[in-house]
């Protein structure tokens, strides 16, 4: 098997299947069709299957024209049907991995996409999980599964690994084939041949460890990492403003030390679909050995009471104008979850929006980048455009996404007054209606 594997990666004639067109799994197919390897999209939506087969990107960081060459070439197709799952000879697995109502791991699509998977897959298959999990869900649970559906000996008749995924979305600099790849599989033969393959498509370079559990760790580290930081960093946000102290100013100041210190920025929350939850995922398993990691659960509190306390920070600044929050008219800048990209997945800004219209509060947003975004089943339609009249029509502006495409210069002009959470306004002089997180 790893002869014959290796001798069709060389050669470019392993087809490749990719589980999940998302944010993860449209960008790593294009990467391996890019490579030269025929590439089969498989996922549950119509709507993302014709749009790929018609060559029309729906994820921002995928190149219209390099999707389209790809699909005119027939070089990548998607589809619903995992019958063809039996044609390929590697599959990557890039499926959410959310949470429940009770914020505890929600392995569903991971569970249903193996069984899926196991139903037709074929010996001298090449199988690695992608999506963000805890410790033993390769071995533990993807293993059994693929087993267990089809006859097939792991190591023996398949190989499988863990390869955390890395998209950083709207990063211009780091893209999936450029970031360095970490992989931990069952076994040396399948770390050779997977990592090979990776190798094939990927200019980043290949780290491997000695188990899937080592690799799916180092991902959840990687994340905790930040969203402990940016708990810290929100807590000495509050602190500062409580002494008076710009924090903005300090963490510019923290940054002049060339080694041992990364800035981090305040902000209204925690948004996307990695940083607020990977960190449960280990929390929530961490329980099996009767151990709490409680800088995890202390940053997720802190994290998670950031869109209160800038409503509060709102409320402080309208009291100043006589004006109450309930009533008042409030301008959001910005529903997507971190600046110049598209997406409002547990975005920060939205909770905030949700928290002022609680208190009574009128509130109206523009983003240049979300036309409208669905909340609870029910859509919520941005401003067209961000005009003197509009901003004149509000009581306060309140900046949750630093775009970079906005008239800040126009927002300061034209604001009663600015509560600005992500200092998008750094470069504005009169700082005379601005107040900063
Ligand atoms: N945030 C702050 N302050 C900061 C940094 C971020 O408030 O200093 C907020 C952002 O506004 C956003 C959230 O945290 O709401 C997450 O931001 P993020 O920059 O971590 O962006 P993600 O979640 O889109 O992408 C991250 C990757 N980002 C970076 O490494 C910069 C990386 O952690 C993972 O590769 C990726 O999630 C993933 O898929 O795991």
Known sequence: MKDQLLKKISERSITAGV?????????????????????????????????????????????????????????????????LISGMDFIAICVPTPLDTHQQPDLSYIEHSSIQIAEFLKKDTMVVLESTTFPGTTSDIVRPILEKGSGLVCGKDFYLAFSPERVDPGNKHYNTGNT??????????????????????????????????IAEMEKILENTYRNINIGLINEMAMLCDRMKINIWEVIEAARTKPYGFQAFYPGPGL????????????????REYAFHTSMIETSMMINDRMPEYCVQRVANILNEFSKSLKGSRVLVLGAAYKADIDDCRESPAIRVINVLRKKGAEVIFFDPYVPEYIDNGTTYKGEKALTEELLRSAD?????????????????????AVFDTRNAMKDIKDRSNIELL
């Open 19 to 83: 589980v999940g067109m998302g944010y993860v799994g449209l960008p790593l197919a294009v990467e391996i069709a890019g490579a030269g390897f025929r590439t089969v999209g498989f996922d549950l939506l119509e709507d993302k299957i014709s749009r790929i087969n018609s060559g029309d990107s729906y994820i921002a960081d995928v190149d219209q024209s390099t999707l389209r060459s790809l699909t005119d070439k027939g070089m990548l197709s998607a589809t619903s049907d995992f019958s």
């Open 180 to 213: 360095p790849k970490v992989v931990g599989a069952i076994g040396k033969d399948a770390e050779e041949v997977i990592k090979a393959m990776y190798e094939s498509f990927l200019e980043g370079g290949v780290h491997t460890v000695s188990s899937p559990a």
């Open 271 to 286: 948004g996307g679909h990695c940083i607020p939850l990977d960190p449960y995922y280990l929390s929530w398993k961490v």
């Open 396 to 416: 306060i502006t309140v900046i949750t996404t630093a775009h970079s495409n906005v008239d800040y210069a126009l927002v300061q002009k034209y604001s009663k």
